[in-house]
């Protein structure tokens, strides 16, 4: 990250929202800040939807690129990708892992001190329950 866009960054979130965006994996920060952006483009300004849309995959930790590559395809292929998949030497506690991620990543940023619609847009990501941003936040997701 440039040190201009961690400034910018800096400046609008907590530093234990920051501790907790600088623990995530690097794919997944850089991934936050492109929802972030999309959410932007689409004229979203309220802190708790781009905080959510920055922190929402907190919870995927160190997962490696393969196991992220099967979750992937098993969304839009089937689970039998996965019952295949878990059999890999270290797929199995990086799928569920991922299939967590949404809770994780909630109880990660409730920790952090994220306010309660933050938490909520997090753990209902892919099945969004907030009728203004939640649709928006999985929606900027999927296209990022």
């Not at 201009?4 to 979130?13: F, G, S, T, V």
């Not at 393969?66 to 039998?80: D, E």
Request: net charge negative; charged share 20%.
């Amino acid at each position: 990250m440039a040190p201009e866009e961690r400034a910018a960054l800096a400046a609008w979130i907590t530093p234990a929202e920051l501790t907790l965006f600088d623990s995530m994996h690097v794919a997944d920060r850089r991934h936050g800040l492109d929802v972030v952006a999309s959410l932007r483009a689409e004229s979203v300004t309220e802190r708790d939807a781009l905080l959510a849309g920055l922190l929402h995959d907190a919870g995927k930790g160190d997962t490696g690129v393969w196991p992220r590559v099967a979750y992937a395809l098993a969304g839009a292929s089937g689970q039998w990708i996965l019952s295949l998949a878990r059999w890999l030497p270290g797929f199995g506690r990086a799928l569920v892992r991922l299939r967590m991620h949404a809770a994780t990543s909630a109880e990660l940023a409730a920790a952090a001190g994220c306010p309660a619609r933050t938490v909520a847009l997090i753990r209902f990501q892919d099945a969004p329950i907030d009728p203004e941003f939640g649709e928006l936040l999985r929606l900027a997701d999927e296209a990022n």
